[in-house]
Structure formats: structure tokens, C-alpha cells
T-cell receptor, first 111, second 115 residues
Framework: SQTIHQWPATLVQPVGSPLSLECTVE??????LYWYRQAAGRGLQLLFYSVGIGQISSEVPQNLSASRPQDRQFILSSKKLLLSDSGFYLC??????????FGSGTRLTVV | GQQLNQSPQSMFIQEGEDVSMNCTSS?????WLWYKQDPGEGPVLLIA?????ELTSNGRLTAQFGITRKDSFLNISASIPSDVGIYFC???????????????FGKGTKLSVKP
């Protein structure tokens, strides 16, 4: 069966520090991978999606970037965090366009 | 861009009551999905609908794919405290062009149950 792992679960980082959130998927090949952000417990904002290794599409301009170095690995990064980067970050995967499955999320607090 | 209007935004109900929420759009969807998110967790898929008019149940949950393909509703019968959470609808547009599969999410319905 397929599983998705996302870590860390919580993170507190100072303003201006770098960020790296990692997500891996097991039990499937060539999945579509996504990063979402959720603010204030409501609404899912799609940040990045990837349909293959090295293929990243950004949905909104921002202080973040994503990379997909391996088929089932998706990384969300920032060189310098802003206060406004605080939020709940969700990694997700799908095979094909629907049935998106989410990870357990990372609560990021920038202080 | 396409939008889903999900309502209500929030609701408080007494334990044992039935709950209904819905999503509507001006666009036609090929798939409707309903997710539930518990506090501090990622959303979990509850029900997936693939055909107009389809009515699908998952325990006390029932969801329907609207005949016009522009709407869907989710009903929860005999609510219990563990039903608390945020419920999201999501619709997939017909013209999959690589843009995250054109899966559009509603803004969520926050359900709170009074024990």
C-alpha cells in the first residue's frame, strides 16, 4: 500500500533562517506531488506541484521553492524565512489528477 | 479562475443531529471529492464521486454528485463528537492539462458538535 511521510511535524524557526521540509512517498511510482499551505486552519492553497523528477510548477509567487531530486521525494525550501511564511504545510500525492492523498502536515512557526 | 463555493463556513450542532453541507460552482466537474481534516492533521479522503447523480455512502456519511455536475453535497447523519473537524469539497475539472489535475478545493466547513 502507498504511504506518505512528511517531516518534521512541528518547526520553529527565526526570521531570516533557511527552511527545508521533506516529503517522501512509498509504494507507488511516478506520482504527482504537491505542496499546500493552510493558514489559520482553513483553506488549502496550492504552492507547488510536480509531475516528474525535476519538473516543478509554482502556483503562486512567494519566498519558497520546491525541488524533486528523486521520483518519490519532494522538498520545500526557503533561503530566508519571513514571518508570513508561518502556517501549516501539507505534502500530498496522487496518481493521475484526482484522489489526492495528504501527509500529516508540518506546523511552521517563524519567530 | 475556477472557484468552489462551499457552505456553510461553520456550524454548531447538537449531538445526534443530521448535518448537511454543499459545494457549488459555475464550472462542470468530472469528479467530486469530500475530505475531513482533524485538528493538526492532514485532510483524509471520505468519499469520491465519479458520475453525475451518483449517491455514495460511507457509514453515516452520504454524498451526491449533482445532476448538473456543478454541485455536490455531503450529509452526516446522527452526528457524534468525533465528527468535529473541517470538511473540504474538491472538484476535478474535465480538461486535465497537467495543472495539478485541475483539482479545485472549497474553503471548508468547520463542524463543531456540542456534546
Amino acid at each position: 500500500s502507498q504511504t506518505i511521510h512528511q517531516w518534521p511535524a512541528t518547526l520553529v524557526q527565526p526570521v531570516g533562517s533557511p527552511l527545508s521540509l521533506e516529503c517522501t512517498v512509498e509504494g507507488t511510482s511516478n506520482p504527482n506531488l504537491y505542496w499546500y499551505r493552510q493558514a489559520a486552519g482553513r483553506g488549502l492553497q496550492l504552492l507547488f506541484y510536480s509531475v516528474g523528477i525535476g519538473q516543478i510548477s509554482s502556483e503562486v509567487p512567494q519566498n519558497l521553492s520546491a525541488s524533486r531530486p528523486q521520483d518519490r521525494q519532494f522538498i520545500l525550501s526557503s533561503k530566508k524565512l519571513l514571518l508570513s511564511d508561518s502556517g501549516f504545510y501539507l505534502c500530498a500525492w496522487s496518481v493521475g489528477p484526482s484522489l489526492v492523498t495528504f501527509g500529516s502536515g508540518t506546523r511552521l512557526t517563524v519567530v | 479562475g475556477q472557484q468552489l463555493n462551499q457552505s456553510p463556513q461553520s456550524m454548531f450542532i447538537q449531538e445526534g443531529e443530521d448535518v448537511s453541507m454543499n459545494c457549488t460552482s459555475s464550472s462542470i466537474f468530472n469528479t467530486w471529492l469530500w475530505y475531513k481534516q482533524d485538528p493538526g492533521e492532514g485532510p483524509v479522503l471520505l468519499i469520491a464521486l465519479y458520475k453525475a447523480g451518483e449517491l455514495t455512502s460511507n457509514g453515516r456519511l452520504t454524498a451526491q454528485f449533482g445532476i448538473t455536475r456543478k454541485d455536490s453535497f455531503l450529509n452526516i447523519s446522527a452526528s457524534i463528537p468525533s465528527d468535529v473537524g473541517i470538511y473540504f469539497c474538491a472538484g476535478q475539472l474535465g480538461n486535465y492539462g497537467g495543472s495539478q489535475g485541475n483539482l479545485i478545493f472549497g474553503k471548508g466547513t468547520k463542524l463543531s458538535v456540542k456534546p
